[in-house]
């Protein structure tokens, strides 16, 4: 097994074995796995719509054109009752990751960076040297009450009061919160260092200028919701899917087809234009 693949999976059960250990004595360990399992699902699943779909594809690289009702609404759900990301800093990291990848001016990593180096970089990032992220969603009410410190700090604390509350035991929320947390740092070492070194992962394109693979695994692909496929994405950072042949499995993309199907989402023309070279009949969207 791959040793990123190792670590998600450890991470996972250790995180399910601390809840069943970390349970109040009313609840029992069963019922402890089982709301751990919850929030794990929950905070997995609004942040990867938050930031792979929405945040990624939809602003980042305006390859989806989401209704902007629905973009705010998860924007402030995931903040409030999830992992807090500050979204316009977010975009403007992903620009500036996509223009100099492992570069000087990539604030995930440079080509030299090792693995605790990267790890640390996952929560203190470089310094952005350029403001590209003026987008007019971003300079909405909505999107400057979220990027606002006081509402970080504020709902942070809400939610972890929130957890505390539901899970009836201060130790039990603890276990819940932080082990969240090491899973969503898990998960950005997935993007940051696992998809940005060479000794890791596929690569479909031969591109010199980033050290971006492909990593098609079952767990990675389903935690990053598709962000894994790091090759095709700087390949051909529009296009609305990030999965280059049908062989490739593409969780995200379901997510997206799902929200399509529902009449939340739909493509913008850049991002349904495939390039001559990709293998795909047709997009399938
Ligand atoms: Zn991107």
Not at 145 to 170: E, R, T
Not at 252 to 268: C, D, H, N, P
Request: with cysteine; aromatic share 18%.
């Amino acid at each position: 097994m791959k040793i990123y693949n190792a670590i998600g999976y450890l991470i996972i059960l250790c995180y399910l074995l601390a809840c069943m250990y970390a349970a109040p004595a009313r609840l029992g360990p069963w019922d402890g796995l089982f709301i751990g399992a919850v929030y794990f699902v929950f905070c997995w699943f609004l942040a990867g719509l938050y930031l792979a779909d929405i945040l990624h594809l939809g602003i980042a690289h305006r390859s989806l054109d989401y209704k902007e009702w629905f973009i705010k609404a998860v924007t402030v759900v995931n903040n409030v009752f999830g992992i807090y990301v500050e979204p316009v800093s977010w975009v403007n990291r992903h620009r500036l990751h996509h223009k100099n990848s492992d570069h000087d001016g990539d604030p995930n990593k440079v080509d030299s960076d090792n693995f605790w180096r990267t790890a640390y970089l996952c929560v203190f990032p470089y310094r952005c040297q350029e403001d590209l992220a003026s987008d007019d969603i971003l300079k909405s009410r909505t999107f400057r009450i979220v990027g606002n410190p006081f509402f970080m700090i504020a709902v942070q604390v809400f939610s972890f009061y929130l957890l505390w509350k539901i899970a009836g035991s201060l130790k039990f929320a603890l276990v819940m919160w932080f082990g969240m947390r090491i899973f969503a740092w898990w998960v950005n070492m997935i993007q940051n260092y696992w998809t940005h070194s060479r000794n890791f992962g596929y690569r479909r394109y031969d591109d010199e200028r980033d050290n971006a693979m492909n990593i098609g695994e079952w767990l990675p692909v389903t935690a990053t919701f598709s962000a894994c496929l790091q090759n095709n994405h700087h390949h051909y950072p529009t296009l609305l899917r990030l999965s280059h042949d049908k062989s490739e499995y593409d969780f995200g993309f379901i997510t997206v087809k799902f929200m399509k199907g529902l009449g939340l989402v739909k493509a913008t023309t850049r991002g349904a234009q495939i390039p001559p070279d990709v293998p795909l009949a047709a997009l399938d969207f």
